[in-house]
């Protein structure tokens, strides 16, 4: 129905109307709704109007409905039924018995660090439910959120969107990442070695070159860039055996798996590199609903067990062992 044609019906009425088929008294009726019994027989008579119906007619003390009344009472019933558990309540989230997607967009960073935490927790913590991880980035990462390809993004997130809301899950730091075998190198590196040696680059875009070599020109010095990636894991496998040098993400450079069998070694860089926010962002219309309140809690908690866990029981490299 148009929602023009709604203006000349009023569904209180329908309260009206339950009532006086439990009470089957104007009187009783209006007691249990607080009202005058001017205002109950009022209400009574818009009631016959809108449902074109006298719905009740008294016989003695009571007033007995008619046959339409008795023909749609369950109707009423059910409908508000509906309207007070489907509407009026506030939804709640059970995990244990929710069995649709958790889709989660990582940039490759992410995904290499937090993918397993993420489902460890979250299977165990919803048995019937699949989490399916998508690849985005800081530019696909709005996109994706816009057009509800996923529930939340993991990663550096632009802060120009008004679809967003978003929090800070850690500040980030970058350091060179080498193998002291391969490059000669040992950690804490000079300017003199960083420029010298050759570089490898984690690029989304295919770009050769980052704000690290602005600041190296500033400084009236040039780095040689050999090769470019997009993916954290393909130069971090390239950079054992090779006389190359990468500037990581700290945590990446931390990651247990790899640090035992690899024997890379990482360092500060020797200029001054900026770090860098990783967030979580999620659609603003979707804040309110319990499944995200309880995703955003628990990637929360996932996030900052495993930075801490990076943190302190990673192997540290050669210039923390020194200090």
Known sequence: MAQKHWRKYDLNLLVTFVTLMETRSVTRAAERLSLGQSAM??????????????????RGHQMVPTERALDIAPKIDALLDSLATDVLTPPTFEPSHFDGQIRLGLTD???????????????????????????????????????????????????????????????????????????GLDAPISLADFVATPHALVSTHGQLSSPIDARLEALGYHRQVVMGSQRFLTV????????????????????????????????????????????????????????????????????????????????LCHWQKET
């Not at 009574?44 to 809108?50: E, G, N």
């Not at 699949?130 to 993004?153: E, G, H, M, T």
Request: charged share 25%; glycine share 2%.
């Open 41 to 58: 027989s009022h209400s009574l008579s818009r009631l016959r109007a809108m449902l074109d119906d006298p719905l009740f007619e008294r």
């Open 109 to 183: 960073y992410a995904e290499l660090i937090f993918a397993p935490a993420l489902f460890d927790t979250l299977n165990q913590q919803l048995p019937l439910a699949q989490l399916s991880l998508r690849p985005v980035d800081r530019r696909q990462c709005l996109d994706a959120i816009k057009n509800d390809d996923v529930d939340a993004v993991i990663g550096v997130i632009p802060d120009n969107s008004d679809i967003l809301d978003s929090q800070v899950l850690y500040r980030e730091q970058h350091v060179c990442l080498f193998d002291p075998q391969s490059t």
């Open 236 to 315: 971090r496998q390239l950079l054992k055996g090779r006389q190359l040098l990468c500037t990581v993400p700290e945590l990446m450079a931390r990651l247990d798996t790899f640090n035992d069998a690899d024997h890379l070694v990482f360092s500060p860089p020797p200029i001054e590199v900026p770090g860098f926010d990783i967030g979580l962002a999620w659609r603003h219309q979707a804040s309110g609903h319990p499944k995200m309140q309880w995703l955003i809690a628990q990637i929360t908690t996932i996030v900052d067990k495993r930075v801490a866990s990076l943190k302190t029981s990673s192997p």
